[in-house]
């Protein structure tokens, strides 16, 4: 058993640097962000303000009224939405109306699972959601390992195999799926790992979904970033983390506002600049002190502390 286990971590550890090395490679061509004063554009993840209980509609208006470039929902408000009667085209122009874009969005199809049948359906659910999301200007979407979050034994060469499944189906209906690491699951849970499952897809619209939460607690080094740039990052989801509880014993409601934690926010975004990485930072919080607090305050508090940690990093 610990012989299988060395192996399959060296394995893993000469993958992901070999990863890395071609998602990199890819991102030469893009244009270097270097002398620009910032690359992103800052964007409303609705968990941020989930506690408050609001609909699809409100959420999007708080993000727009708040300021920020674009909005990423979760598909089961949207999802909500649509069965009580609401039209995508008007959510659609709402979001517009705001002068926003939709970045990404959440979705938990069960994409990745070994089990033929889930994994069949897996896909007719990211093909819905595909659609609902495409209908109200969207082309991206998250693609975390739901269903396999207690799985130790994920075979990821075959998990590269079905995400590229994923990205053909995504090609066709317009939205691109963003492989996701998740730092509290046992498979995916590293960057080296979620890195490997993209390039393993050999498909050219294959790119990774990091969280700053989320490479911490998985227990991988924000140094790994540095082998990731241009096309395959296009989405980011900023946040912190306090310095108590420990790592074991922190889980998403710790996460902070960007520049209230411990993270390495500047080393991260100085990274993703250097890279030529031009993304959309979405912050994602489950705060639930914030989800006590109004709605709009902690929208216009977010996306105040996300520039100024940008601004910081980028001085």
């Known amino acids: 058993m610990s012989i299988d286990f060395s192996r399959r971590e060296m394995m893993l550890s000469a993958s992901a640097c070999l990863a890395g090395s071609v998602l990199a490679q890819r991102g030469e061509a893009a244009e270097s962000s270097k002398d620009q004063k910032s690359p992103f554009t800052f964007c409303f993840n609705t968990s941020t303000i989930r506690g408050q209980e609001l609909d699809i509609v409100q959420e999007i208006d ?9 909005v990423e929902p979760w598909m089961r408000k949207i999802d909500a939405y649509v069965d009580g009667g609401g039209s995508l085209k008007d959510l659609g122009k709402r979001i517009k109306d705001h002068g926003m874009t939709v970045d990404s969005a959440i979705g938990f199809a069960q994409w990745i699972v070994d089990d033929d049948a889930k994994r069949a359906a897996g896909l007719e659910t990211a093909k819905r959601d595909m659609d609902r999301l495409a209908q109200i200007g969207g082309t991206r979407i998250a ?3 739901t269903g396999a979050t207690r799985q130790t034994d994920l075979d990821l060469f075959k998990a590269a195999e079905r995400y590229r499944a994923l990205l053909e189906l995504g090609k066709k209906m317009g939205v691109t799926p963003q492989v996701e690491v998740w730092g509290f699951s046992k498979s995916l849970s590293r960057l080296g790992e979620t890195v490997f499952v993209a390039v393993e897809s050999g498909h050219p619209d294959a790119c990774i979904l990091p969280d700053v939460y989320h490479i911490f607690k998985g227990g991988s080094d924000f140094a790994g970033l540095e082998l990731l ?4 990052i296009q989405c980011f989801h900023i946040n912190d983390y306090p310095a108590n509880p420990p790592r ?5 409601s710790h996460r902070v ?3 209230d934690g411990v993270a390495p926010l500047n080393k991260v975004l100085r990274t993703l600049r250097d890279n030529g990485c031009q993304c959309a930072l979405s912050l994602e919080l489950f705060n639930r002190d914030y989800w006590k607090q109004d709605a709009l305050e902690v929208a216009k ?9 940008v601004a910081k990093a980028m001085a």
């Open 62 to 70: 708080i993000a727009g009224k708040a300021g920020y470039d674009g």
């Open 143 to 145: 693609a975390p390992p």
């Open 229 to 232: 740039s241009g096309q395959s």
């Open 248 to 252: 074991a014993e922190m889980n998403d």
């Open 257 to 259: 506002y960007p520049g």
């Open 301 to 309: 508090t977010g996306l105040n502390k996300t520039k100024a940690a």
